[in-house]
């Protein structure tokens, strides 16, 4: 498998991890947890779980320059407190699916200033496959015809989400070219993890999970699946392809998302949601056949 492939796979991977979090997020917040509480929670055990593997099967990965320590300090606090805070939030005050739609106003922002920062050409199937990922999204979540109007407050969170989360592909692009994935992805979660200590509400907290301890069995599978294989499929995907082409490719957390309610949560599924669906892995596979016109390119 050639890099291009082995990276697309690997971010369509990471997205499906973060297409199931909505399940995990309102199971705690029923619970009693907030937004920061569940963010604080989930690095937590992403933390720990990631210098364990280091710990056994590369304590080299520890070492990191310090130069590209505060690079990763940045990714840090845009990836645990901005991003999780922004995006819970707008899950917890609307609906999951409106904050899916305007998460995905990413792939405009990461192609913008990867276009600035990297001179990564916007080219014509880049341009039509993210027409194709917007305009999918928004009818995978059925936002439309449903007459549903979100809280102004979680419009603009998830509008920020969506700037964050570019800004955290861009960011980790930069640190993974000069860093093996797997030290980018546990100083990314270790200093998530500082930054969040603040805002845990530490005594709240041990209280709510001594009374029901299925919360943090909960927030541990989160952790798994959310935070620490996402995050490293992510990493190493980003080291193998452009991020303009992995904001698309990560487009695929939406459609897993909406799988999860239709099959799950017995969500309506209809026209518009199926074409959704449909655009998005068009889109998934025009940025394919980019990725192939390169290569045939680069013999």
Same mark, same amino acid.
């Given at each position: 498998?050639?890099?291009?492939? &082995?990276?697309?796979?690997?971010?369509?991977? *990471?997205?499906?991890?973060?297409?199931?979090?909505?399940?995990? +997020?309102? #199971?705690?917040?029923?619970?009693?947890?907030?937004?920061?509480?569940?963010?604080?929670?989930?690095?937590?055990?992403?933390?720990?779980?990631?210098?364990?593997?280091?710990? +056994?099967?590369?304590?080299?990965?520890?070492?990191?320059?310090?130069?590209?320590?505060?690079?990763?300090?940045?990714?840090?606090?845009?990836?645990?407190?901005?991003?999780?805070?922004? #995006?819970? #939030?707008?899950?917890?005050?609307?609906?999951? =699916?409106?904050?899916?739609?305007?998460?995905?106003?990413?792939?405009?922002?990461?192609?913008?200033?990867?276009?600035? +920062?990297? &001179?990564?050409?916007?080219? &014509?199937?880049?341009?039509?496959?993210?027409?194709?990922?917007?305009?999918?999204?928004?009818?995978?979540?059925?936002?439309?015809?449903?007459?549903?109007?979100?809280?102004?407050?979680?419009?603009?969170?998830?509008?920020?989400?969506?700037?964050?989360?570019?800004?955290?592909?861009?960011?980790?692009?930069?640190?993974?070219? &000069?860093?093996?994935?797997?030290?980018?992805?546990?100083?990314?979660?270790?200093?998530?993890?500082?930054?969040?200590?603040?805002?845990?509400?530490?005594?709240?907290?041990?209280?709510?999970?001594?009374?029901?301890?299925?919360?943090?069995?909960? *927030?541990?599978?989160?952790?798994?699946?959310?935070?620490?294989?996402?995050?490293?499929?992510?990493?190493?995907?980003?080291?193998?392809?452009? =991020?303009?082409?992995?904001?698309? #490719?990560?487009?695929?957390?939406?459609?897993?998302?909406?799988?999860?309610?239709?099959?799950?949560?017995?969500?309506?599924?209809?026209?518009?949601?199926?074409?959704? +669906?449909?655009?998005?892995?068009?889109?998934?596979?025009?940025?394919?056949?980019?990725?192939? *016109?390169?290569?045939?390119?680069?013999?």
């Amino acid at each position: 498998m050639d890099n291009n492939r &082995k990276g697309a796979l690997l971010i369509i991977l *990471a997205g499906t991890c973060w297409g199931v979090i909505s399940i995990f +997020i309102n #199971y705690l917040s029923a619970a009693g947890l907030g937004e920061m509480q569940i963010s604080f929670l989930r690095q937590l055990f992403a933390v720990l779980v990631f210098a364990v593997i280091l710990l +056994i099967r590369n304590r080299p990965g520890f070492r990191i320059g310090a130069r590209d320590l505060g690079l990763l300090m940045l990714v840090g606090f845009i990836n645990g407190v901005l991003f999780n805070f922004l #995006y819970f #939030y707008t899950i917890i005050h609307s609906r999951a =699916s409106i904050a899916v739609v305007l998460l995905y106003t990413s792939p405009v922002f990461v192609i913008i200033l990867a276009r600035i +920062i990297f &001179k990564e050409k916007i080219t &014509k199937l880049k341009f039509i496959a993210l027409v194709l990922t917007v305009i999918g999204c928004v009818f995978v979540t059925g936002v439309i015809g449903e007459g549903y109007m979100p809280p102004p407050a979680a419009i603009l969170t998830g509008v920020l989400t969506g700037l964050a989360y570019s800004l955290n592909n861009i960011l980790t692009s930069a640190a993974v070219k &000069k860093n093996d994935p797997q030290t980018v992805t546990f100083y990314t979660l270790f200093f998530s993890f500082l930054f969040l200590i603040p805002f845990s509400g530490w005594s709240s907290l041990t209280s709510l999970c001594r009374a029901n301890p299925m919360i943090l069995a909960v *927030a541990f599978i989160m952790c798994i699946v959310t935070a620490v294989l996402a995050q490293y499929f992510f990493s190493v995907g980003l080291g193998l392809i452009e =991020s303009g082409k992995a904001a698309i #490719y990560g487009a695929a957390e939406p459609v897993v998302g909406s799988l999860v309610g239709i099959l799950i949560f017995r969500e309506e599924s209809n026209f518009m949601k199926i074409a959704g +669906i449909i655009m998005v892995i068009a889109a998934i596979l025009l940025i394919g056949k980019s990725d192939a *016109a390169e290569g045939e390119d680069m013999r």
